[in-house]
């Protein structure tokens, strides 16, 4: 339900499976140009995105703390502060 006050946001893409068993044994995500990696259990997961600057299958958590990363940098072409290195600009 929205309101003058409190419109709908927009909704997100969500990943799409495209593998059960992926090269990591876990199951194989797209989301917006990149590709998703996990191991089996879901809970370590790699970004490949060649354009992004931790896209060399950089290991994060589950794929949903991947997803805002990509979308950071889709959008807006930055990482977030603490990602950067020391004295980069945003």
Do not use: N
């Amino acid at each position: 339900m929205s309101s003058d006050m409190f419109p709908d946001l927009p909704l997100l893409p969500q990943p799409v499976e495209t593998a059960t068993q992926g090269p990591w044994g876990g199951p194989t995500y797209s989301y917006r140009g990149a590709r998703i990696e996990c191991y089996p259990g879901r809970h370590v997961c790699g970004l490949f995105m060649p354009e992004h600057p931790l896209g060399g299958g950089t290991t994060f958590g589950v794929a949903g703390t991947i997803t805002p990363l990509v979308d950071l940098w889709t959008d807006e072409g930055r990482l977030l502060a603490y990602m950067r290195p020391r004295g980069a600009r945003p």
